[in-house]
């Protein structure tokens, strides 16, 4: 099943009472599963519980057979490397509640729980005909903007991933009708970067340093260390910035807001002052000379650590 089928049948597959819904794809794509999280919590009127997959399973094990007054809950399982948690794959295979959940798998591990067709498959990208039937894409703003917005973006580029998408929609619904500068200057290298980079300065900016250095994991080897130092030198530069002018930025100085997270932009900023980025910004770029001089790489390991342990406030 194709992952547009989940929102034409939403309300039939929460009513149909199954025990597990699956999604999966070829890479997981943690903006678009945040949000699809959040729109079937508005449909069945509560929250749903996440669950890490860090946790030991006898612990997952024992949270999802047992219920309170046979009161069922929905869970969210986010996304499990099955090759390594063969257990829980077999746990899943056969689990008939009480409770609800809802899982990626990695389309490579899908077979090890139930056939293909019983998943709701992420394809890597869309067209703007496809983009169209996803109803999510256009929930949460004026429908007429939204649907600008992605006009401008396939005339430059015929397939986004969801990921995309989701990310840059909330950029259009920042900068509203005044869309001209961005798709000018900067919405080439939005499109062409990984999105993970945009996930990543997410978790940094919200200081949740647990998921932040799996992500970290997953990406730090793919560049060298001049581009993290750029990176977050940008970043932090930026972020300085939009707090000193305490997010009331000159419609002529808008473009300094670009490439932050969305959620920096709308609430994390509250949480810096001016001299903690102003800081941090300073010892990237002592960290930035020291790997100019052959300096450790472990430097940049070590400055996300006292970014989170709050070092720089």
């Not at 939403?10 to 794509?29: H, L, N």
């Not at 669950?51 to 969210?76: V, Y």
């Not at 949740?208 to 060298?224: E, K, M, S």
């Amino acid at each position: 099943m194709e992952v547009i089928d989940f929102f034409h049948n939403i309300s039939t597959i929460i009513a149909d009472g199954k025990p597990v819904i699956y999604f999966t794809g070829e890479i997981y794509q943690p903006i678009f599963l945040e949000k699809v999280k959040n729109f079937i919590e508005k449909q069945i009127g509560e929250s749903i519980q996440k669950i890490s997959q860090e946790q030991p399973f006898n612990d997952i094990q024992a949270r999802l057979g047992t219920t309170f007054l046979g009161q069922s809950q929905w869970f969210w399982l986010q996304s499990l490397e099955l090759k390594k948690k063969n257990e829980f794959a077999q746990f899943l295979k056969h689990y008939s509640g009480p409770h609800r959940l809802i899982i990626f798998v990695p389309k490579e591990d899908a077979e090890l729980i139930v056939p293909l067709d019983q998943m709701y498959v992420i394809a890597n990208s869309y067209t703007c005909d496809q983009v169209k039937k996803i109803s999510l894409l256009y929930d949460d703003q004026k429908p007429e903007i939204t649907a600008y917005f992605f006009s401008k973006l396939f005339s430059i580029k015929k397939e986004y991933s969801l990921e995309q998408l989701f990310l840059l929609k909330e950029y259009g619904g920042l900068l509203g009708s005044n869309m001209g500068p961005f798709f000018q200057e900067w919405i080439e290298k939005l499109v062409v970067s990984d999105v993970s980079l945009f996930y990543l300065s997410q978790l940094f900016f919200e200081k949740n340093g647990a998921d932040f250095f799996i992500q970290w994991n997953r990406v730090r080897g793919l560049y060298p260390d001049q581009f993290w130092t750029a990176f977050f030198s940008e970043h932090l530069f930026k972020a300085y910035f939009y707090v000193q002018h305490k997010s009331f930025v000159p419609a002529d100085q808008k473009q300094l807001t670009f490439g932050l997270p969305f959620s920096f932009l709308k609430n994390d900023w509250k949480l810096y002052r001016g001299r903690e980025l102003q800081q941090a910004h300073q010892k990237i770029y002592k960290i930035d000379l020291s790997l100019k001089r052959s300096g450790s790489s472990y430097q940049l390991d070590s400055f996300c650590m006292s970014f989170f342990n709050g070092h720089f406030a």
